[in-house]
């Protein structure tokens, strides 16, 4: 089966671009990694991509007069990959709508929190601030407005009397990296599709009839 090409945009750490690359290291695995590009020549996640012998690029914004000139050379670079579907990795600009159509339905996003809650910046300290008990990740197709679009998957992360931004972050940030492989394997295997603005995940156990005995029992922060 042919693997399902993808290209990843950063802007720095790439931890979760070295999730996807751990999980695309496996041939079994229905996609693989054509091309990772970043806006930041100082990115870390670079130099994972040139330990992977993964294609990697540096697409500066600042070498651009406007947003549509920097957006149309990454389309470039992506398409001359083959690139069929882009997951953003901790990629910290934000792209116009003429981008975000151009790879409708095939442009994907994580968010650290359970969005729609917290969308934007400094999510962790925002979910502490609120007193909210269970925080996480979402993986979601990518729309205009920022941080929305059809969620393809959540992981739910309660938030500890001890928590401080920094390790609450730690926590989710491992969440992510399950998370993301997850949601690119749906998807690659045509599991995950957008049909009506939700996605519809086929084949999976939890599109059974779920009776109440078969239910998940509800998760308690602080437990019973
Ligand atoms: C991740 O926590 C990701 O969810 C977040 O940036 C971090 C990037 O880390 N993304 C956003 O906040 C986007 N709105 P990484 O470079 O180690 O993957």
């Given amino acids: 089966m042919a693997r399902l090409k993808v290209g990843v945009l950063i802007s720095g750490r790439g931890s979760n671009l070295q999730a996807l690359i751990d999980a695309c290291a496996d041939p079994d695995f229905p996609a693989e990694i054509a091309l990772v590009l970043s806006n930041k020549a100082d990115a870390y996640g670079l130099e994972r991509a040139r330990r992977a012998g993964i294609p990697a690029a540096v697409v500066s914004h ?117 998370s993301y492989p997850l949601a690119l394997k749906l998807i690659a295997e045509g599991r995950a599709r957008v049909e009506g603005e939700r996605v519809a995940i086929s084949g999976s156990p939890t599109t059974a009839s779920t009776t109440p005995s078969t239910a998940p029992e509800p998760l308690l922060n602080p437990p019973a």
């Fill in 62 to 178: 600042r070498d651009y007069a406007d947003k549509p000139g920097f957006e149309a050379a990454m389309d470039e670079a992506l398409n001359a990959a083959g690139v069929e579907l882009v997951c953003l990795a901790g990629f910290m600009r934000l792209l116009t709508s003429g981008f975000v159509e151009r790879w409708h339905d095939k442009l994907i996003n994580i968010h650290p929190s359970l969005l729609p809650a917290f969308k934007g910046l400094d999510t962790h300290a925002r979910a502490i601030e609120a007193s909210v008990r269970f925080t996480g990740c979402t993986v979601h197709f990518v729309r205009p407005a920022m941080d929305e679009g059809p969620i393809v998957l959540q992981a739910v992360v309660p938030i500890l009397e001890s928590d401080d931004s920094h390790s609450l972050a730690d926590r989710v940030l491992v969440a992510e990296h399950r």
